[in-house]
């Protein structure tokens, strides 16, 4: 049975909370990756910043809807959304534009379930760690070089 260890890489491309954005972006596009782990001093995960997260910085905010009934104003969308959405549009930090509530997977968990993971959930990179540790990282490419007989796992 193939595992996240027979897959995963672990010449790991990372980022510090503290990296600026713009910084950020070249990481990830001058090594063609479409996520990388944000790890604290210690290597420990505290986050994983996608492309999908800098992309959210060019969307526009909405103007939440609102109900005004007897000169009073009742909003109709939740004011937390509001400040997440103008937290990660104004982020000038990875800290405000990475999400933190990561999916991770451990050495040992298989290859059926990685797979699963990344089809149902649309994730693009998955962290692989041991306890709160950063050993690893598997990408798309990373399980479709499974599909061809013969190719090992670099």
Known sequence: MITASDIMETNIICINPETD???????????????????DARDELVGIL????????QKELP???IFTILDGII???????????????SA???S?????????VSPDTPLSEIASLMVEKHFHTIPVVE?????????????LKTLIPGQKAE
């Open 92 to 94: 000038s930090r990875v």
């Open 21 to 39: 954005i713009t910084r950020a972006v070249e990481v990830l596009l001058n090594n063609h990756i479409n996520g990388a782990p944000v790890v």
């Open 131 to 143: 306890g709160k540790k950063l050993v690893g990282v598997i990408g798309k490419e990373d399980i």
């Open 50 to 57: 996608c492309q999908s997260d800098l992309i959210f910085q």
């Open 75 to 89: 909003p109709l969308s939740s004011s937390k959304k509001l400040d997440d959405d103008f937290q990660k549009i």
């Open 96 to 104: 405000d534009a990475m999400v933190t509530q990561v999916t991770t």
């Open 63 to 65: 103007i939440p809807p």
